[in-house]
């Protein structure tokens, strides 16, 4: 579920999800997760070990899938975008 993507970006733990295009409009492989066929169980697996041997890429993987949902999901962030162009 889309709307459950952003409760697991807030959590700041990284996240290994599938590659469809609706996830691909917050999600960016590598930059704030890592993004997987949905039908390649295989590479699923790899992301996940990936994760798990390499501390460092989750931190920062959590962290900045953190750090875009402040700076552009929340509440908040919605409202400043929308009011950028108003006088």
Known sequence: SPI????Y???GAA???S????????LADDQ???LVPA???D????????????EVLRQRLGAQARADLVARYTWDARAR??????P
């Not at 459950?4 to 409760?7: G, R, S």
């Not at 590659?19 to 917050?26: C, D, I, S």
């Not at 590479?43 to 390499?54: F, Q, S, T």
């Open 32 to 34: 704030n997760a890592l």
């Open 43 to 54: 590479l699923w697996e790899a992301a996940v070990r990936r994760l798990l041997d390499n």
């Open 39 to 41: 039908q390649r169980p």
């Open 15 to 17: 996240i290994v999800a």
């Open 9 to 11: 970006m807030s959590s």
């Open 19 to 26: 590659n469809v295009p609706v996830l691909g409009e917050v």
């Open 4 to 7: 459950k993507l952003f409760e």
């Open 81 to 86: 975008l929308v009011l950028e162009g108003v």
